[in-house]
């Protein structure tokens, strides 16, 4: 059974870079879509993006120019960059399974990991 | 604010039948499949219903999903207390390049 576990710093200082990485355990990235989703503290829930395990990406329009999600196939890893962060990114942020059409819906999803933006 | 339109909360007892409505537009619930994902507190979503009336293995038939034109539904019969959480609908909106759009959520509460 797949499984992913999102990993990396929870404190990231306003105008800085967020590095987030997703571990795909019990399967392989290849031949399946990978999405990142986010969810602000007590709010709901914001796409970000989708990588194809090709490599081809999907963005949300709203967050494109910050925006890089990149595979790296040798350690079945996805890794999500938001660049140039306000208070406005502090969330709790999802790696999921599926995503890359209307078809294929999010499955399964990591236990997310909460970002605080703040000096 | 959210692209789909939920109520934000709703409530029943136990062994009430309840309704979660969702509306969008022609771009989104129009047009595409619509999934539902339930979030248990301190959870992480998991989906509920897929493509606008399937039940993945494991969820019971107590949920179903519904859909017409640019709206739909999931109804959650035979309430258990154990169904409080935070329902959201989802679906693939085809404006610009596409993308996903959710709902903003609507509590349950279980009285």
């Known amino acids: 059974q797949v499984q992913l576990h999102e990993s990396g710093p929870g404190l990231v200082r306003p105008s800085e870079t967020l590095s987030l990485t997703c571990t795909v355990s019990?399967?392989?990235?290849?031949?399946?879509?990978w999405s990142w989703i986010r969810q602000p503290p007590g709010k709901g829930l914001e796409w970000i993006g989708y990588?194809?395990?090709?490599?081809?990406?999907n963005y949300n329009p709203s967050l494109r120019s910050r925006i890089t999600i990149s595979v790296d196939m040798s350690k079945n890893q996805i890794s999500l960059k938001l660049s140039s962060v306000t208070a406005a990114d502090t969330a709790t942020y999802y790696c999921a399974s599926g995503g890359g059409t209307s078809f294929n819906w999010f499955d399964p999803w990591g236990q997310g990991i909460l970002v605080t933006v703040s000096s | 604010q959210s692209v789909l339109t939920q109520p934000p909360s709703a409530s029943g007892t136990p062994g009430q039948r309840v309704t979660i409505s969702c509306s969008g537009s022609s771009s989104n619930i129009g047009s595409n499949y619509v999934y539902w994902y339930q979030q248990l507190p301190g959870t992480a979503p998991k989906v509920l219903i897929y493509r606008n009336n399937q039940r993945p293995s494991g969820v019971p038939d107590r949920f179903s999903g519904s859909k017409s034109g640019t709206s739909a539904s999931l109804a959650i019969s035979g309430l258990r207390s154990d169904d409080e959480a935070d329902y959201y609908c989802a679906a693939w909106d085809d404006s610009l390049s596409g993308l996903w759009v959710f709902g903003g959520g609507t509590k349950l509460t279980v009285l």
């Open positions: 990588i194809y395990y090709s490599g081809s990406t």
């Open positions: 019990g399967g392989s990235i290849s031949s399946d879509y």
